[in-house]
Structure formats: C-alpha cells, structure tokens
C-alpha cells in the first residue's frame, strides 16, 4: 500500500474509514486520507465526488457517521470549526465570508477568539502578513480591494493563529496568473515550515506544479493516490473522471468568420452599486463563425457586461448592435426574437427558477422566441414537456426522477441544462458567463465542444470566463476584462498566459483608457 | 435529543397539502388549552367553535356570507404574495371600494335603474384598486416598503369612511345617527337560491375560478409564480417587476373594494363607521391557509368564516370573550407558517450521543 509507506513519524492528519451519509447518497464511503507535516496535499475529484464532504468533516462542519479521526497520533472528534481551529486546522473558504464596509482589521478581529487591543492586531496582521509575502494594510476598507487582496485577508486570518494544517477551497479561482504565483511561494514557505496544506483545485497544471501529493477521490470513495510530478494533467484528469476525457477539437482551425452578429459600440454603464463595477467604453466586434473569449478576475464588470448585452441592463441604444440592428435600449425579449440567447453565470436564481420544473424553466427563456410554447396567453404544457425530455436527451442531463425541480439538479448537470436550452434554439448570438464554471471534466468538454460547433455553423459565441485553460482551448480571439474596461480581442495564437495575465492585472484598464 | 431540520432536495406536494390541515389541528389543541386555562371544559369550548355552527342551517348561511369577502379580498392577496408583493392593506381597499361604490346610491339616490347595481360594483373594484396603487407606485418610484404604506393607509381609508358617514355623508333623516341613508332596491345585490345566500357569493366563486386557471395555465399566471420566487430570474426571462407590483396591487386592491361594495350593498344596505370586522386582515390568513391557491383559498375562506361564528357562538353560550375569534386567528397564521417549513425540511431526531461508529470506542 501507498499509504503505509507514507506514514511515519510526521504524520500530521490520519483520517481511517471516513463515511458520511446524506439520505440515500453515500458522500463518503470509508474514505483513508494521510496528510503528512509540511506536505501540499491535493485533493482532487470531479463536483459532487465528495471532496467538500470530507473537508468538512476535518473543520468541524460535519460529523462523520463513520470512522475516525487521528490529529497527531491521538483519536480526536471535531464537533464544530472552533475545536478544529483549536486543534490548528484553519480553513481558506472558496466564497469569502468578509464585510465589505468594514477594515481588514475588524474583519479579522471579528474572527479571532480573542482579538485583543485593535491597534496591536493591526501590527501582528501588518508583521505576519509581509512575513508571508501577502502585504496588507489593516486600515483599508474590504470593498475598496480587489478579490485577490480579499483572499490574503482570509489567509493572514488563518495564519494569525498559527494553523498546523491549512485547507484551501479552489484558492486560484479568483486570482490572476501573477497573483496565484505568489500564492503559491506562500504556501511553498508554510510547507518548509512544517505546515500542511490540503490543497482542493481543478486546475490540475498548478497541482502538478506545487503539490507533493495527491489523492483522487470518485463517487465518495479514494481511487487513487499519486505523485502529482510524475503525472499530467491528462492522466490526472482521466484518474479523476475515471475514462479518458475526450480533448475538444476547434474543427478547422482558422474560421471563416463572416459578417458582423454583434457589436458593442463605446459601451459605457454606471456601477448600479457601490460594489458593483462601471463599464467603460467597451468597444468588441464579433463575427459569425467565432468563438471570442473575454478573460478576467471575478468582479471586474463581467457580469454588467453581460447584462448590458442581454438587456437587463439598459444601455443607449447604439451601444449594442445584434445583426446590425441597434439594440442597446431594447428588451431581453426582443433580443432573444433576433436569435440571440444568453446563459448567465449564476445558474440558480437567474438563469433557473429553484422551485420550478425543468420543463417550465424552459419556458423562463423561450416563452416568446416562435417555440409554440405559449398559445393565447396560455402556456402549453404538453410542448414544454417534449421540449425537456429532447433537452435531456440531447445534453445528457441526469436527474433522479422525470421533470424535477431545477434545485434538485447538480451544479453541472443543471449548466448541461440552461447551456443546452439555448443551444438547442440554434441562436445567431450566443452569450455565456462561466460555460463550465464547476462543472466536472466531461461536462466540460461536452459543452465547450457544443460551443464551437455552434460557431462553425454560422453563429456568434461570446464566452465570458476566468478559466484560462478553458479560453485557450475554444477561443478564436481573446479579450480581457479589468475594472470595467475591455482590452483589444486579440487572436489567442498571437495571446498567452503571460499577456493575458498582465492585461488581467490592469493593462486592460490602461489599454482602454489609452483608446 | 434534539431536533434538526435537513433540507428536502424539492418541494413536498405531501406536505403542501398536509401542513394546513396539521396546522387546523394544532390550532384546535391550543384553542382547547386556552378555554381550559381560562377555566371551561375545552370539548365543549371547541364544539361550540368549530362544530355547532356546521349543524345549523342560518349559522351555515351565516358562515358563508362571512366567508365570502374573505375568499374575494384572499384571491386578490394570494397573486400579491405569489409576486412578492406584500399587500397588507387589504382592510384599507375594502373601505375604500365600499365607500366608492356608496357614491351612486347616498349622492345620487334617485338613479335607480338596471345599471345602479353593475356601476356601482365597477366603481367600488375602481376604488379599491385606486387606493392599492397608491404603495404599488410609492414602491416602484421610491422605493418604499409597500409593508409599511398599504398598511397605514388602511387607517387613512378607516378615518375617511368615519369621516363621510358622520359628517357630509350623513342620512339627513337618520336622526344623526352615524350612518349614510339605506340604498334602494336597485343598489341592492340581489339574493339568490331561494334568499339563501346573496348574488355575490356565486360572484365571488366564479372569479375564484378564472383566478385559479390564470394562476395555473396561462403565461400571466408563470410570470407571477417566477417573479415571486426569483425576481432576478424573472426580469431574464424577460418580465417586469414593476409592472407586476402595479398589477398585483390593482388587482388585490378590485377584488377588495369589489367585496367592500358588494358587503354594503348586500348584507349592510348603507354605510356605517365599522363596516367591516377585519376581514382585510383575516383575508392574509386566508390566502396563506389556501396554500395561496383560489381553490385552496375557498376552503380556507370558509375555515375562517367559522371562527367569527365561533366566536359568538362561544361569547353566548359560554361568557367567553369573543377576543378569542381573533386569537384563535392569530394562532391558526401562525401555525400555517410555521408548518409551511415543512414543505421545504424535513425533521430528523438526533440523539446526543456522537454517532454509533464512534460511541463504542468510548
């Protein structure tokens, strides 16, 4: 076994049988993980393979139904996150739980035990924080910084109290290229220091790159165990989905793109809110036959840009140009009745209803675009119904029972979903925030391929996304978003990691304050 | 032991349905508490209340012109709540549609004629409409909480109805009692079914009816559930929220002053300062026992119909305060909400012990 070669004397973390039930569904099945002391450990699997489930029950948020913990050689049970804290396990969420109107200060304060004296936190956060590497100034205000600043908030918040063991939710999902290598020489030097990082990501090219151990979990249960160098990203996706992943093809490589399908014309928007992001004349030509790729951090106006195009959020009417007709002022509906289709990021409670069926969230976004689903102002049940089951089929959308509620869905399953009810449409304009955000490796693929072979058939796919991976791989040209301005698209041969990076870390902004 | 609540993966058509009828029960075991507290025998305090007026045919009637307003008054609510629109001014709109619909017959009492009753009825449902847009558009433009404004308004619609029946509106032969001159035979919602009941209960069930196949068939009737549950997803799909505050509103507010001038005009046949026992309030109940349903609201209509009969029912035959129609009320809301938590969390008994893996290494 793997395992007992690696345990020793500095094993840190032994989880033996770990099992967890939700209902009928076996989160956890008897699941054995070592996390060794100054060890970056990955863990990896697909969405819903239980990786959550498993760190939870290590910080104290659940209970296991079964098996046991051992913390340092001694059986230890973690009834809530302040005795894993009191243990030395500290936890960087994915979602960060901080209060934008309050300092950096009195969001850690508001988390330490005993905080003591402001002014003496502020100069430990000061002292740890440059120690580090992730320099912060405890005095500014949460909403004022960008998302990678918020994430060493989090971090420093961990680190002030002195963690043995330190788990990471998806820390890179959020950072530019230049801000997660920092990331990665601090967690580089807490290792050297004989701290421990579990370490969960889907991006299996930064595992490779910093993580001396990684464990695969599927369906709940341990698959496999592996030296993340002596593997690729290939093989570790494949460990992980348990088959090859079938790699997309762009098809003909140069498209013959044609005329115009939608153009953006000095696109400007103010910020609705004071966290929300200005648009800044965003100008962006796309042809038929391509797939352009907008690249960002979270939070820098993608999702005004996305609301400006669907027409949520009304611009003037030149701003926004759909098959040459102007379009800026006009409504979600008459934009869709052009042939355009959108597919927002936030699935649940914008691009789906929760508590509605599939079958009428179908007529959420068709109700008005020639489907025959509405006659009379009556909606037609019958023809929603054929609608689903064809969606279903089509996408390979799995749910337990026939037409259930959109909530039920899985993350991935219900993206196949809203995905598949606009392809399925053959728009002219297809828009897309986060096409795979968390959604597991095959569904990816099967999406992003559907992408393109929407573009090559004459359409207009705009992709709106902070997977770098993903961009690369379907995009013709590629623009980046950063605090609300657009740099020129560029053709992605002529773009990589390095540029986009930069241009993603303000040189967008320059770019289009310069035009 | 304790209790937990786990998260149902959907909603529980079981429970939808259960949850009123667990929350009927519940209601009838605190209703028995309080009478035994309040030192009567609770089987006979809740015969008297609940059974009684079921097994007399004038208390039946009774309980059906009761229940009447509170069906009308909790479809209008039930498509303000669906839409997240929060009309509690319902008491507000009633008056205010009575007192609309009383303009004809107290100002012009000589118009008597084949048109009276309809054009009376349409400025009542005018007015009360009139009145519910007043939060609908305070809300759109400004965004105020329609909470706070349908609610006081009902107090401005209280004052001017005291106003009008003690002062301008006055019978000028009552003897300065306070309350308009009677309205005429032609201002009068006819009875039907052999005087059995008034013309506005058929009225009443048969918008009940187009409510319920608007709110389950037509593309109005999703646009209402959608923008209810996820406004956001609603304006993607293309609706407008503020439109549909304002037709939520009018709507609620038509069908409440619809009810305000059909209780006038058919049990009280004049206006008095207290024309209406809280049905605008007891309305909400109504709509929220319905299951926000017409079909549902029916029932629930007549549920809490009962509970006025019941209540001088119990005030007569026991000396019991007649409060207790209100508290009982209170409790049966109450109840329904907190049941409705059901629907969505299911409960689990968990014991304090740690799980059984671990408990036998201890």
């Avoid at chain 1, 099992?19 to 697909?46: P, Q, S, W």
């Avoid at chain 2, 609940?50 to 009447?68: C, G």
Wanted: aromatic fraction near 6%; proline fraction near 4%; hydrophobic fraction near 45%.
């Amino acid at each position: 076994m793997v395992q007992q070669t690696r345990s020793g004397m500095d094993v840190l973390l032994d989880a033996r049988g770990l099992t967890k039930r939700f209902g009928d569904i076996l989160a956890n099945d008897k699941v054995d993980l070592v996390i060794n002391k100054g060890e970056i450990h990955a863990l990896l699997g697909e969405n819903g393979a239980g990786k959550s489930t498993l760190v939870k029950m290590f910080y104290g948020s659940l209970e296991p139904d079964g098996g046991e913990i051992l913390w340092q050689g001694q059986k230890v049970s973690i009834g809530n996150p302040a005795a894993a804290r009191e243990l030395g396990i500290g936890m960087v969420f994915q979602h960060f739980s901080l209060f934008e109107a309050l300092t950096v200060v009195e969001n850690i304060a508001l988390a330490l035990p005993n905080p003591g004296r402001m002014t003496e936190l502020a100069k430990r956060i000061e002292s740890v924080s440059v120690d580090y590497g992730l320099p912060l100034n405890p005095s500014d205000i949460v909403a004022d910084l960008p998302v990678g600043i918020r994430q060493r908030i989090e971090i420093v918040r961990c680190l002030l109290q002195e963690p043995q063991l330190i788990i990471m939710d998806e820390p890179t999902s959020v950072l530019t290229p230049q801000e997660a290598d920092l990331l990665f020489l601090t967690l580089q030097r807490l290792a050297s220091e004989g701290c421990a990082v579990l370490y969960i990501s889907h991006r299996l090219e930064e595992v490779q790159r910093i993580c001396h151990h990684a464990t695969i979990l599927r369906h709940g249960k341990v698959v496999s165990e592996c030296n993340p160098a002596n593997e690729t990203p290939a093989t570790l996706a494949s460990m992980m989905v348990g088959a090859d992943v079938a790699s997309v093809s762009a098809g003909a490589q140069k498209p013959k793109t044609g005329e115009i399908r939608l153009g953006l014309n000095n696109l400007s928007a103010k910020a609705a809110s004071p966290f929300a992001t200005a648009l800044n004349s965003i100008s962006l030509e796309l042809h038929a036959g391509e797939v352009v790729a907008i690249a960002g951090v979270a939070g820098n106006g993608q999702g005004e840009l996305f609301d400006a195009i669907s027409g949520e959020l009304p611009v003037a009417q030149e701003m926004v140009r759909i098959d040459g007709k102007s379009c800026g002022s006009r409504s979600i509906t008459w934009r869709r009745r052009q042939k355009a289709a959108f597919v927002p990021e936030e699935r649940l409670g914008h691009g789906a209803v929760p508590g509605l069926k599939l079958s009428q969230n179908i007529v959420l976004t068709r109700h008005a675009t020639g489907d025959r689903l509405t006659g009379g102002g009556f909606v037609s049940t019958a023809r929603a119904n054929a609608l689903e089951k064809h969606i279903k089929q089509e996408f390979d959308v799995r749910m337990s029972h026939d037409d259930p509620e959109a909530r039920s869905l899985s993350g991935g399953n219900l993206q196949k979903f809203v995905v598949g009810r606009e392809l399925d449409r053959r728009p002219g304009v297809l828009v897309v925030n986060q096409p795979t955000w968390g959604v597991d490796a095959g569904a990816a693929a099967l999406i992003r391929q559907a992408l393109i072979d929407l573009a090559r058939s004459g359409s207009a796919v705009l992709v709106i996304s902070q997977d770098l991976d993903e961009i690369f791989e379907i995009a013709d040209r590629i623009a980046v978003i950063s605090r609300g301005y657009l740099s020129a698209a560029e053709p992605a041969e002529d773009m990589n990691r390095e540029r986009v990076g930069l241009l993603m870390a303000g040189g967008a902004e320059a770019q289009g304050e310069v035009a | 032991m304790r209790l937990e609540l786990v998260k149902r993966k959907e909603r529980s058509q079981k429970m939808a349905l259960l949850s009123p009828i667990i929350a009927i029960g519940l209601t009838a075991l605190a209703a028995a508490l309080i009478f035994a507290i309040s030192g009567h025998n609770p089987l006979v305090g809740l015969y008297k209340f609940f059974v009684e007026p079921l097994t007399q045919e004038w208390s039946l009637q009774a309980t059906i012109a009761k229940a009447t307003p509170l069906v009308l008054i909790g479809c209008g609510l039930a498509v303000c709540y669906l839409s997240n629109n929060w009309n509690i001014g319902a008491e507000g709109q009633f008056v205010v549609g009575a007192l609309f619909g009383s303009a004809l017959p107290i100002l012009l009492p000589e118009f008597e004629s084949g048109a009276t009753l309809p054009l009376m009825l349409i400025f009542g449902a005018v007015g009360g409409a009139l009145w519910a847009l007043i939060p609908a558009v305070l809300k759109n433009w400004f965004n105020t909480n329609e909470i706070l404004t349908s609610l006081m308004l009902v107090y401005v619609a209280s004052l001017a109805l005291d106003y009008l029946v003690r002062g301008p509106w006055r019978d000028p032969d009552g003897y300065n009692f306070p309350e308009s001159r009677m309205f005429s035979d032609a201002a009068t919602v006819p009875d039907v079914f052999g005087g059995a009941m008034s013309l506005s209960t058929p009225i009443t069930i048969v918008i009940a009816l187009i409510l319920a196949v608007v709110l389950a068939k037509t593309l109005k009737g999703f646009e209402i559930r959608v923008m209810g549950e996820s406004p956001r997803a609603g304006s993607f799909a293309g609706f407008s929220a503020k439109r549909l505050t304002l037709f939520s509103f009018a709507l609620a507010g038509g069908l409440a002053g619809l009810a305000g001038t059909m209780e006038v005009s058919g049990g009280l046949n004049q206006l008095l300062p207290t024309i209406s026992p809280g049905y605008g309030f007891t309305a909400i109940i109504v709509a929220f026992l319905g299951r926000l349903n017409p079909i549902g609201i029916i029932i629930a209509g007549f549920v809490l119909a009962l509970s006025y009969i019941g209540g001088e029912a119990v005030q007569s035959a026991m000396g019991v305060s007649n409060k207790i129609a209100s508290v009982i009320q209170g409790l049966l809301l109450f109840f329904v909400l907190a049941c409705d938590t059901l629907i969505l969390y299911r409960i689990r008994f968990v014991s304090h012990h740690a799980p059984a893996g671990e408990a036998s290494h201890v």
